[in-house]
């Protein structure tokens, strides 16, 4: 089995940033792409940011383009999100998710993934 947890969340002021991390531990398993969601009360989750673990592609959901940053390290097993830019409506639940042993050749729905981290909280003021 393999866990995910979260971490770096946090209350900034709009227009802050906070760095949130990913780190994967448990069984060696092959994992394709490792992406962020949220999900703010009574909406659906919403695709923020995936990369390829292995080659490092980064691809972003339309409303955080231009002020998030999706990184890895390889060797740490852990991702990152740089959020930039903070935004009220960026408050919600971050969760990260890892595609592992199979891939679908998609990113962007939560269909995509296996595993799945508790999440971590972020809270923009205005």
């Known amino acids: 089995q393999v866990q995910l947890v979260e971490s770096g969340g946090g209350l900034v002021q709009a227009g802050g940033s906070l760095r949130l991390s990913c780190a994967a531990s448990?069984?060696?398993?092959?994992?394709?792409?490792m992406g962020w969601f949220r999900q703010a009360p009574g909406k659906e989750r919403e695709f923020v940011a995936a990369i390829s673990w292995s080659g490092g592609r980064t691809y972003y959901g339309d409303s955080v383009k231009g002020r998030f940053t999706i990184s890895r390290d390889y060797g740490k097993r852990t991702m990152y999100l740089q959020v930039n830019s903070l935004k009220p409506g960026d408050t919600t639940v971050y969760c990260c998710a890892a595609q592992i042993n199979s891939n679908s050749g998609r990113y962007y729905s939560t269909t995509d993934y296996d595993d799945w981290g508790q999440g971590t909280q972020v809270a923009v003021s205005s």
């Open positions: 448990g069984r060696t398993f092959s994992t394709y792409y």
